[in-house]
């Protein structure tokens, strides 16, 4: 009983009745908050969902005509034309939690991934890594010319971060 009395005199204070109140009005505007409308907002246009996802061939076709537009700017290049090969398509690395125990003989290290959805349950993707450019063929105009050549070489190298042996400049006809 001298809960309940304690309980009611706290209640019949002025203050309090203004904290009780605006407690609950804060849980029903998150309660509101967290019903979704379904309508994409202006911050949300920039962001791809996840069935856009970029292929091997796509990434490849559009790295190619970026380096061809960049190359043709070089002094003496002419015409470019890029052939990229690529090695494997685009790689995902989902997020894994990681808890180690450690003795004075042994150390153990547990790794799970951490899983996201209610129904269909899935690992969360914490990064998806773009294809791997492993080689290149360039062919230009200018090439007859060992100094545009040179450049050329250079460029790609820098550019696609590639050693100078994975690239092949030549003569187009």
């Known amino acids: 009983m001298e809960i309940y009395e304690k309980l009611k005199n706290i209640v019949k204070e002025k203050k309090t009745t203004a904290v009780v109140i605006l407690g609950l009005a804060g849980l029903v505007l998150i309660m509101i908050s967290s019903f979704d409308t379904g309508k994409n907002t202006a911050d949300n246009k920039d962001i791809k969902p996840v069935s856009e996802e970029i292929t091997a061939e796509s990434y490849c076709r559009e790295t190619e005509k970026r380096l061809e537009d960049f190359l043709e700017n070089i002094d003496g290049a ?68 060992p ?27």
């Open 78 to 145: 002419g015409d470019v034309k890029v052939y990229l090969s690529v090695g494997t398509g685009e790689k995902y690395v989902y997020a894994v939690e990681k808890n180690s125990k450690s003795s004075e003989n042994q150390k153990e290290e547990d790794i799970k991934y951490v899983i996201v959805g209610g129904g269909e349950k899935s690992a969360l993707v914490e990064t998806v890594r773009t294809p791997e450019i492993t080689g290149a063929v360039i062919a230009c105009t200018g090439c007859g010319s």
């Open 147 to 173: 100094v545009v050549q040179e450049r050329i070489y250079k460029a790609v190298s820098s550019a696609l971060g590639l050693p100078t042996s994975k690239i092949f400049v030549t003569q187009m006809k």
